[in-house]
Each structure stands twice: as C-alpha cells, then as structure tokens.
C-alpha cells in the first residue's frame, strides 16, 4: 500500500525486471518456482504457494505466445468491452483477454492487488463453470493480462431483453444460487 510512500508489489517489480538483474532473475527464478511447488506438495493444503506462484507470474515480465496474441488484438483494437481500468479483446472466438494498465508511478493506486484477487478467484473456480476458464495469466510491458475462455453476452444484455415475470424471477434466482455455489466451491 501507499502509507509506506512506496508500494511494496512495485518495489519487488521494479527489482524482478530491471534490466541489470534480468539475466541473474531469470536464472533464479526457475529454482524458486520449483520450491513453492515443493512446499505446496508437502503441505496439506497447497493454497499458499499457488498464491506466491500466481502473485510471481503477476510481477516478473514474461509474455506467453498467447498474451503477446492477446497484446496483439488490442492493437488492432479489437475490444468487446471497457472499463474503468482497462478493456476485453476478443482474441479468438473461443478465447478474450483482460487487459488492465499497470500503475505508472510509486504515487499511482496499485492495480496489482485487485488483479491478483482476480486471478485467484477465477484460479480457485477453474473447472466448476461457475466463471469463465482462465487459461493464462501474466505481465507485459505495462499491462496485467488475464487470458480467459470468451463467454458470449452480456449480463447487461440479457437483462435488457428480459420482460419481469416468473419465469425471469427463476432464472434469476437460479443464477443467484449459481453464484452462492461458487463462493463456497472457493472457500472449500
């Protein structure tokens, strides 16, 4: 957070990518990764060293071939959707990506904690159909980029086609037990 004047996540960031250290990380990095995966199989719950996995793969710059296609799209500027802080591109018909700008500053709200969260969200409910499958996830050049499973529609746009009656009331219920499932399917 910013109490300290600093963000911790941009120190660490800054640390991983600089252009001096790059070729010492990137032959650390690897053993460090095979650690968290060794410790995650020793626990009984391998919770926490999938979060510092995922929380490494958000810090160090590193696109996949499919970020860079995902980089690619918004180029070309093929949204499907903005928001506040960044928009949706269709990369495929199968496939979209989140693209959400990093912070610019030490002074900028950090975007990353809200990303992680995100990732470990959509991380814990892979395989239950209850949010679209993340298939990759990382950091390149100044975007946090979150690959996932492209889901067609709109809530917005469904709402807007639905008269009120009881057949809506259903589906609107059945969508919020959905919902209630997928929170407990992550705190399990």
């Given at each position: 957070?910013?109490?300290?004047?600093?963000?911790?996540?941009?120190?660490?960031?800054?640390?991983?990518?600089?252009?001096?250290?790059?070729?010492?990380?990137?032959?650390?990095?690897?053993?460090?990764?095979?650690?968290l995966e060794?410790?995650?199989?020793?626990?009984?719950?391998?919770?926490?060293?999938?979060?510092?996995?995922?929380?490494?793969?958000?810090?160090?710059?590193?696109?996949?071939?499919?970020?860079?296609?995902?980089?690619?799209?918004?180029?070309?500027?093929?949204?499907?959707?903005?928001?506040?802080?960044?928009?949706?591109?269709?990369?495929?018909?199968?496939?979209?990506?989140?693209?959400?700008?990093?912070?610019?500053?030490?002074?900028?709200?950090?975007?990353?904690?809200?990303?992680?969260?995100?990732?470990?969200?959509?991380?814990?409910?892979?395989?239950?159909?209850?949010?679209?499958?993340?298939?990759?996830?990382?950091?390149?050049?100044?975007?946090?980029v979150l690959?996932?499973?492209?889901?067609?529609?709109?809530?917005?746009?469904?709402?807007?086609?639905?008269?009120?009656?009881?057949?809506?009331?259903?589906?609107?219920?059945?969508?919020?037990?959905?919902?209630?499932?997928?929170?407990?399917?992550?705190?399990?």
């Open positions: 957070g910013d109490s300290l004047r600093f963000h911790v996540l941009d120190c660490l960031h800054q640390h991983l990518n600089d252009p001096k250290r790059s070729a010492h990380v990137e032959k650390v990095l690897p053993s460090v990764i095979s650690r060794a410790w995650g199989a020793a626990m009984a719950s391998s919770g926490r060293s999938h979060g510092a996995s995922r929380l490494l793969r958000l810090l160090h710059e590193k696109a996949t071939p499919v970020i860079r296609k995902a980089l690619v799209a918004e180029q070309r500027g093929a949204f499907i959707g903005r928001g506040r802080f960044g928009g949706v591109v269709g990369v495929d018909d199968g496939t979209c990506a989140k693209i959400l700008r990093r912070e610019r500053s030490n002074r900028d709200r950090s975007v990353c904690h809200a990303v992680y969260g995100e990732v470990s969200a959509l991380w814990l409910l892979k395989g239950t159909q209850a949010a679209p499958e993340l298939l990759d996830f990382g950091l390149s050049r100044d975007c946090y690959v996932m499973e492209r889901c067609q529609g709109t809530l917005a746009s469904w709402r807007f086609d639905k008269v009120l009656n009881d057949d809506l009331v259903r589906d609107v219920a059945r969508l919020f037990s959905k919902c209630c499932r997928a929170v407990e399917a992550m705190h399990m």
